[in-house]
Structures are given as structure tokens and as C-alpha cells.
């Protein structure tokens, strides 16, 4: 990826690429997968490295990419800027570390998306519907930590898109756009093995 | 919720409006109150034409997707296009959801109920809202070179997630909306490229760009069929018997999905925000097709398949792996 095109992508991500240059990193990226994933790797490290406006809410990614950006060696020769003003992503310059940098946000993510087990009546005490009827719960505790070692285990995507679909009329419409931009993804509509199908009932 | 809420955001939280903002506890609030403006969004999101370019950035992956965006004459018309993934859309009009899927060879509609009590039935988000939500105003920013106002919903316990929402300070639509874990860590995120607000748009952009000879077409919605009336009795006495904080159940009704021909008897719970669907199916014995049981990640949301009394049970919503999990096993056939 050539420094343009950084440039571009940080000062997108930075809200300050003229709707001409916008228009341009758009067909890039339409056509250039590999170009998208560095996007959304850019996008990761530029949310950390600029801190969440509500900074102590991404404390815990912020000060893991730190450490991360912090344990590599600054770049012989340093940076070089040209035209737009030093933007987040030079302080992490030099596609390894933010490589590096990126699997560390992306892993933390990944990570959360492995799901705890908790089961009612297990880890925490719940509401009762029948019983409190639409009552708030007295108390609750909050969740354990996840089971680890139980990763999800993919549906067969074609009764997930039904199930999906059917949900979204009833979601919120602010479930909506997560729950549809999740079903446009290629990724997320993957046909998946038959294991989950064949799995008996426990 | 009023009407126009349900046919404004394919991508934002109009919800949070429609639940937050009319059910703020306090009296009266100042004109930078974060749930005025997420009022403002809301009509600005139901009222307004609008054509824009967004990259859907989740887990280092990006997306390309058009909405547009089309009220005339009071009609609302919707379409949402991937335009370097998938290859798949979705068109609403005022009649249909439709959802087609090349990939598949398939093409699903749900027909839309304008008048269903759907929406409009969602518990209103009060002063107990406070308990499971934090709504305040961070620092305004700029955001595709335009003055942005910054607010944020921040769950307070990991059952749900928070959002964090950059609305352009003009017109109040969204330019940039996060959502966010229990810890505000970023999970998925929605950034414009190009936004516009045209007067008028033409019935060609909201024509959907798929090819659809030689797919499939398949039909779902709301079971209408009484000769599935014992099945259907059977099914109702499930319920979700512990449920996670704030959330209740809001809608009960039966489901035709995809091509089956035993309607499941279909749930909703919700807090207010975020909503959890739990579908029931009959026993796995007559159906061609065989149980599941796992966990599945949709978009930012999830879902979780179990049986449960020989019955399929599925939870599927916009919140945390563990929530779907613990509503779907908490699912049995309660005595009436």
C-alpha cells in the first residue's frame, strides 16, 4: 500500500479526505480486497491510537495497543511526512507493527465474540417472568467469565438467514442495522459444515 | 414508536429515539440534551431522502454498502446493497421486505405488517431505563469534514450493548455510529463515505440490482393457517421461564420460516433497546430437517440453537453471545 493511500485512509478515518479524494479511495477499495482489509485493520489501530472521545470506556484496548506500539523500535530513519499534517497512524508506521498492532485489536475482539456460558439458575439469578410478571428482578449478579474452549458453533446458514430475517421486523430498528448488515456480509452467510445439523439434542 | 419510526433505519438507532428520548424521567431538558438529539435524529432518519455510501467495519473486516433512503407522498421506500461482498440487498416499500440472497439462489419476503402492533407494543423505555443505560453527550468532532455532535448509550451491565452515535449538527442524521460492548470496546462500526439528501430520488436507485431468473422465492410471515392450530397450542405454553435484567416479553405470535410448512411459534423479548427473538419448533421427529445446537455470530449480534423438550429452540438478537444463550436455555413449557 503506497504512502498515498495511507494518507488517504487516515485522513478518512480522521473525517478531514475531500469528498473528491472520498470518491477515489471508494473505487479503490471496491475493487482491492486487500486494500479493504487494511482498511478495516487502519480503522481498528486509528480507533485506538486516537482514544475514544469517552476515554476511559476503551481504556482496556488503548493501553494494550500502547504497549504493543511501545515494545517496537521506532523505524530507522524515522518518518517522513509529506503534504497532510502527522496523522495517528505514522506514530505505528511500518506495515509489521501495525500488523502486529491490528492482530492485537483484532484478537481482543475475537475474543469476546467466544462466547461465555451462563445459563440461568447457574451463574446468576434472574428475572422470573412467570412469577414477577413483568417485574424488575430484586437483584442479580452479573455474568462469570467465559467458559473457555467453547467456541461458537456456526448454524447452517440458510436456517440462520430465515431465523434472521424473520427477527428483524420485530428487532428494534437500531437492532436492525446490525442484525441486516450482518446478513448482507458474505462472511457472516457462509455455508457452514453439516456438524452443527447432525449434532444430536443433548 | 410512532409509524414512521419502523421504516427509518436500516442502520440507526432510531429506536433509541423512539424509546429513549420519550421516556426520558426528566421534566424538562435543554436544547443540548443528548435525548433530544437523538429525537432529532430520529425525525431526520424518518422524514428526510437520503443516498449514502458506509463502510461496515467489524472484527478488521470492511464492507461496502449503499442505503437509500426514499419517502414520498407518505410511501417509504428502503434499500440496503453490498456493493464488494455478499452481492445481497434488501428493498422495503411500504408492503415488503424482500431479501435477496445470489449466494443462495434465493429470494425471501416477509411481508410488512404497517399496521402490526410490532413496534408500537415495545414497552417504553422510562425512568427504569436509567438502570440498564447511561446516555450523555461526549465532545463534539467532525466527522466527512461536517460539525458532529457526539453521544453515547452505554450499557451498564454485559447483557446488552451500547452505541455510540457522531450526528451531523445540521440535520442531525448520523454520519458515524459504534457499537459497543459493556466495556465500550468496539465491535462493529458504521462510517459515511458520502452522504446525500436529495430532493427528489428516482425509482432506478431503489430498484434492487440482482438478477433474480432462476432463484427461488420464498415466502414467510406470520402463520395464517388454522390447520396448524394444535401444533400452534402446543407451542405457545413456551416461555423464556428467567430472563436477563430489564428484558420482557413483548410480542408472542407464530412464524412461517423459509420453506416450512409447521409455523414455529415466535417470541420477542426486549429491554426497551435491544431485542431478543426466540423461536420454537415442533418436535424435530416429523421435520426434514435436522436439530441444531450451537452458537452463531450474525453481523454484531448473535445466535444460539438448542432443543430443549424435543423442541428446536433458537434465540437470535442484537446483544451479547451470552444473552441469546441464557434466554434460549431458560426456555420451557410453563404450565397454564
Redesign the interface.
Known sequence: MSEQIREQISA??D??L??SE??L??KR??RD?QL??S???Y??IG?ACRG???E??????SARINRAIDGEATPAGGSVHRGRARRWWHPVAGAAVAAGV?AV??V???Q??????????VAMV?????AAH?K??VM?T??APAALGEA??????????????????????????????????????EP?PAA??????? | MTKP??R?????????V??LALGSPEASRGADDPRDWLAKMNQALATLNYDG?F???????????RIVHRVRGGQVAER???????????VRNNDN?T?Y?P??H?V?V?P??GHGP??GS?PRFGA?AD?FYRIES??A??????A?R?I?V?PK???R?G??LWLDEKTAMPLK?Q???S?????????F??LEMPESIPDSDLAPAVHTEGMRWVR?GPALDMAHDNALAALSAF???????????T?TGA?T??EASVPAS?L?Y?DG???V?V?VEAG?DSKP???????????????????IQ?HQV?A???V???TV??IA??VTS?PR
Open positions: 478518512f478515518l473525517g478531514e475531500p469528498s472520498t470518491e479511495l471508494l477499495l471496491a480486497a479493504r482489509e482498511f478495516g485493520r480503522a481498528l480507533e475514544s472521545p469517552h476511559h470506556l476503551t481504556r482496556g484496548l491490528a485489536a483484532v481482543a475482539l475475537q469476546r465474540a467466544v462466547s461465555p456460558s451462563v445459563r440461568p439458575g434472574a428475572q422470573n417472568i412467570a413483568n424488575e428482578p442479580y452479573t455474568p461458537p458453533a456456526a448454524l447452517p446458514a440458510a436456517r440462520l438467514t430465515n431465523y434472521v430475517f424473520a427477527h428483524s421486523k420485530y428487532s428494534s430498528v437500531l437492532g436492525q442495522s446490525n442484525v441486516l448488515s450482518g446478513l448482507l456480509t458474505a462472511a457472516d452467510a457452514t452443527a445439523e447432525t449434532r444430536s439434542a443433548p | 419510526d419502523k427509518a433505519g436500516w442502520l440507526i438507532p432510531c429506536a433509541v423512539g424509546v455510501t463502510f461496515h467495519l467489524t472484527e478488521g473486516r470492511v464492507e461496502t454498502m440496503l446493497q453490498s456493493l464488494d461482498g455478499s452481492g445481497r440487498e434488501f421486505l431479501c440472497l449466494d443462495q434465493t425471501l416477509e410488512r405488517q410490532f413496534l415495545l427504569d438502570e461526549l465532545p468532532t467532525r466527522v466527512l469534514g461536517r458532529a457526539v453515547a452505554t451491565d454485559q447483557f450493548f452505541y455510540r455510529t457499537l459497543c460492548d466495556h465500550g470496546q468496539v465491535i462493529e462500526q458504521i462510517l463515505a458520502r414467510q416461555r423464556a421461564s428467567q430472563l436477563p435484567p430489564g428484558f420482557r416479553l410480542v412464524q420460516l423459509g415466535h420477542v426486549s433497546l435491544a431485542t427473538s423461536f424435530t430437517q435436522a436439530p441444531m445446537q450451537g452458537l452463531a455470530k450474525v453481523g454484531s449480534g448473535y445466535a444460539f440453537s438448542t432443543v424435543g433458537t437470535v438478537g442484537e451479547p453471545a451470552q444463550e441464557f436455555h431458560s410453563l
